[in-house]
């Protein structure tokens, strides 16, 4: 048994006892002291503090340890929560939220945290809305009847039982519960007590959050409550009138008169210290100014006027604030993103540019990544300005952080351009080699999109390929085989002659070639194709194909390479047929069926059709060049001029191609109902190449773009080499219907943008930040008697997000009585907030009078945005109801 203690109570004097009821002995007091004593104290010992707790976890070695120290307290709680007169609950509830917070499972306490809201001690109270914070939620049924309880405490008379609940109010609160208590909490918004109303204005930015048609009921209120003293009351209203302008266009209107009100309190915390008190890292009050700077930011996007009234106190803010704390660079970061997001000078923004340029040269790492994080943001609004600090980003590749790393290199990307393109792939070539796969293969794509564009010669490009499969190993995407295949393909004979031998040594001389595959691929088709140019050794080039091929280490598409490569051998080089035909024959009986195939059908060509292996191995014609390899960007892409033979021996392999309307039809499905005879079948015509050097530019001549002469659908739709409409025409079996002269490709003279405005347009499709509208430009008659009407639309497509879209590529689709005409687009890269230009050359192929359905259209495009590839389809069927009848 416990031990027994005894009280001494003849201690107490005799006129003490007289002052108990004659029924209360002193017999019976004992007793129950006793009993108190016995059961509280010695039968149920105190459980384990929060302190203790976290020391035992601390302590743990192995994640099993930690786990059972969790999973021991987590059973005592759960039995303690079972019992009715635990004095410990509080205690209890808060370890049961230290262990929610580490991550395991503490549901079981959510009935307990309302037990606990509900009761009236102050202490019980807090630990229970604090447990409700963390452990509830809109999609649990008890959040629900926690709505009584806040009300209660809404009205309570102590002003910290107000605050608790108003704190929890604004971090769970539900559209349900928020239309339950909107006129509490409106009551408190007006209140005397300032932390009261602080609290309720924060709430309330909760409730216009969950529940935007609120909002109405704060406006007039915010307005005053600009004018406080308090800075804990003007930081809540600034935030609620941010989110109600980000939430209402209508808002956002509203509150553009209190612009001044704003420039005026920001130029006093920044020159004439408002605040003293708030003095944080001797920055006045930090806090309040990053708000008005977010909200000066929202106030001002796209407006040039109420953008004119903070270009004072922007530059005041950007050249007065002490850089050396981190609450000095948290507001020149608001102040560079208000700057770069409102219509500023161009002083402004150079002046916001050499802020980042700042931050790369700060020791933080934090510092220099949120530095090149907001660049690769801006870097479209003042492309020049960044330039200026090219050198110090190319050095932030060396940085030891990976996640530095990877925005410099995004940023490198960026600032690519003829001038530079040399010295910038230099150092990210130097990045690649030590950086990990994932970012290689990533880095090695991109770097071959930016030699495509900005090569200034064929040989220095070839170099950086070389390299690429060189560093980058296995570690590539296969658009670099494609394009290196491409480009060799598409160089002149002495560079071909170049890169073989080239490729040849690196192969010779390089060790490990299992983990450069993608290398072993390119070297053995460029062998393949122009081995005869190359000056080496044909008996120790059989030998090495030899040794490749019985490797273990190298894949089967390797393999198939080399095989195919031999095979090619044999007619490029003479003298070695016997010792190929050998190493063929061994493959007849492999493993694997493709490589058995292989072998077999050129074993077949070395007996018994010997006579058609020179012309069925001979080389392969030039690949077609990617659209960004075009000869704006390099000359010495241009392609030579046709002879007469060449071009009679192009002309039979155009008109061979399938001349039926499947192919579109394919493309963007079966979008329109068709009749037996077709009369609803898609007719789309893209640009010829050869069109977009004749007819009128895109732009006006002010302005340049890559105007390369591709159509959108060059790689969709098959198209005649030589270039002209007619035989595009009867490519897709449209040679019939367009038989007068000119009527499709009739130029009409093009007008700059600037005048867009003033013309119709419809708006197409809005979502996921992504903005089409179509401007619908009037009707142009042809002189000639026999055509019918031909009009223009200019597609405008407008990036929203914040991210950059990348390969964008529109694509459409009309009835057969209308021929559609795509012109090149003035880009395929959208920063955020920018556009792209296209224009649609619609006719008519039947006459308005003869009937037939009015104009319809298909509308496809696709795009990449971080590495992931969207499509989007939809139907335009709205136009003008006189448009082309």
């Not at 009100?261 to 210290?273: D, E, N, P, Q, Y």
């Not at 790492?365 to 330039?387: C, E, P, S, W, Y």
């Not at 950059?804 to 694509?811: D, H, S, W």
Request: with cysteine; hydrophobic share 40%.
């Amino acid at each position: 048994m416990y031990p027994y203690y005894e009280t001494d109570w003849s201690i107490l004097p005799p006129e003490h006892n007289r002052r108990y009821s004659p029924g209360l002995t002193i017999n019976n007091i004992k007793q129950v002291i006793n009993e108190t004593i016995e059961t509280n104290i010695l039968r149920k010992p105190a459980p384990t503090r929060l302190r203790e707790l976290i020391r035992q976890i601390r302590a743990c070695r192995t994640a099993a340890e930690e786990r059972a120290v969790v999973n021991t307290e987590c059973a005592y709680i759960r039995s303690t929560f079972r019992e009715t007169d635990c004095i410990w609950k509080c205690r209890n509830m808060a370890k049961l939220l230290y262990i929610h917070m580490l991550g395991y499972p503490a549901h079981f306490g959510q009935v307990e945290c309302l037990k606990l809201a509900a009761s009236s001690k102050y202490t019980d109270k807090r630990i229970g809305y604090l447990g409700a914070m963390l452990l509830l939620d809109e999609r649990t049924d008890v959040h629900v009847l926690l709505t009584n309880c806040l009300k209660n405490d809404l009205n309570s008379p102590t002003q910290f039982v107000v605050g608790t609940a108003l704190c929890t109010l604004a971090a769970i609160a539900s559209p349900e519960m928020a239309r339950d208590l909107c006129n509490d909490v409106e009551r408190l918004i007006v209140s005397t007590n300032a932390f009261l109303r602080k609290k309720a204005i924060l709430c309330a930015f909760r409730f216009v959050r969950r529940v935007p048609e609120l909002m109405e009921d704060y406006l007039p209120k915010c307005e005053v409550f600009l004018a406080d003293k308090n800075h804990g009351i003007l930081i809540a209203t600034i935030t609620l009138i941010t989110e109600m302008c980000e939430q209402s266009v209508a808002v956002l209107r509203y509150f553009k008169s209190i612009i001044p009100t704003l420039v005026r309190m920001l130029k006093s915390l920044t020159v004439t210290g408002y605040s003293p008190e708030h003095l944080v890292s001797g920055v006045s009050d930090p806090f309040l100014q990053v708000k008005i700077l977010r909200l000066l930011r929202v106030l001002g996007h796209g407006d040039p006027a109420q953008s004119e009234i903070m270009n004072d106190v922007l530059a005041q803010v950007a050249t007065s604030t002490e850089t050396s704390k981190n609450a000095g660079n948290a507001i020149l970061y608001e102040t560079v993103l208000t700057i770069m997001n409102v219509e500023s000078e161009n002083s402004l923004r150079v002046l916001a540019v050499n802020i980042l340029g700042r931050f790369l040269l700060n020791n933080d790492k934090n510092i220099r990544f949120i530095g090149l994080l907001t660049l690769v943001k801006t870097v479209h609004k003042d492309m020049t300005a960044v330039q200026r600090h090219r050198i110090t980003i190319l050095e932030c590749l060396s940085d030891g952080d990976p996640s530095i790393q990877r925005c410099a290199m995004e940023l490198s990307f960026t600032l690519i351009n003829t001038q530079n393109i040399e010295m910038v792939v230099r150092e990210l070539l130097r990045y690649l080699e030590s950086t990990d796969a994932e970012m290689k293969a990533l880095c090695s794509s991109k770097i071959v999109l930016a030699a495509e564009t900005y090569s200034p010669s064929i040989r220095w490009h070839l170099d950086v390929l070389l390299r690429i499969l060189t560093i980058a190993g296995n570690n590539i995407r296969d658009d670099v085989i494609s394009s290196t295949i491409q480009l060799i393909s598409n160089s002149p004979q002495h560079e071909q002659r170049f890169i073989t031998d080239k490729m040849w040594e690196a192969i010779m001389n390089m060790n490990q070639l299992e983990n450069r595959q993608p290398l072993v691929q390119v070297a053995v088709w460029t062998i393949g194709e122009y081995g005869e140019a190359g000056g080496f050794d044909e008996f120790e080039l059989i030998e090495h194909y030899r040794q490749l091929l019985w490797a273990p280490q190298l894949s089967i598409t390797t393999k198939q390479y080399i095989l195919v490569s031999l095979a090619k051998i044999s007619v490029r080089i003479n003298g070695c047929t016997p010792e190929i035909q050998n190493i063929i024959n061994s493959f007849r009986v492999h493993m694997n069926i493709d490589l058995q195939q292989r072998a077999n059908e050129f074993s077949q060509l070395f007996t018994n059709y010997k006579h058609l292996r020179n012309s069925l191995l001979e080389k392969m014609p030039k690949l077609k060049l990617t659209e960004l390899t075009t000869s704006e960007y390099n000359a010495d892409f241009a392609a030579p001029q046709s002879t007469e033979v060449e071009e009679q021996q192009e002309e039979p392999a155009a008109v061979q191609e399938p001349s039926n309307q499947d192919i579109l039809l394919d493309l963007l499905g079966d979008c329109f109902s068709s009749d037996g005879n077709g009369n609803n079948a898609l007719a789309v015509v893209p640009v010829p190449q050869s069109a977009a050097v004749t007819t009128q530019p895109y732009y006006p001549p002010t302005t340049s773009f890559n105007q390369a002469g591709l159509s959108s659908y060059n790689n969709n739709v098959p198209m005649a080499m030589a270039g002209t409409t007619d035989s595009i025409m009867d490519l897709l079996g449209l040679a019939a219907a367009s038989s007068a002269p000119n009527q499709t490709h009739q130029t009409i003279p093009y007008t700059s943008f600037g005048t867009i405005a003033s013309i119709p347009s419809i708006d197409v499709y809005h979502k996921d930040d992504i903005y089409i509208r179509f401007f619908i430009h009037p009707t142009v008659e042809d002189q000639q008697p026999s055509s019918t009407a031909t009009a223009r639309i200019t597609v405008q497509t407008t990036n929203g997000s914040q991210a950059t879209i990348e390969k964008f590529l529109f694509q459409a689709a009309v009835p057969k009585s209308f021929v559609l005409t795509l012109r090149e687009p003035s880009s395929t890269v959208m920063p955020p907030g920018g556009t792209i230009m296209q224009d649609l050359l619609i006719a008519r192929q039947t006459p308005p009078s003869q009937g037939g359905p009015g104009l319809r259209m298909k509308v496809r495009f696709s795009y990449e945005v971080e590495n992931y590839s969207m499509m989007e389809q939809i139907d335009v069927n709205e136009f003008p109801s006189g448009f082309l009848r």
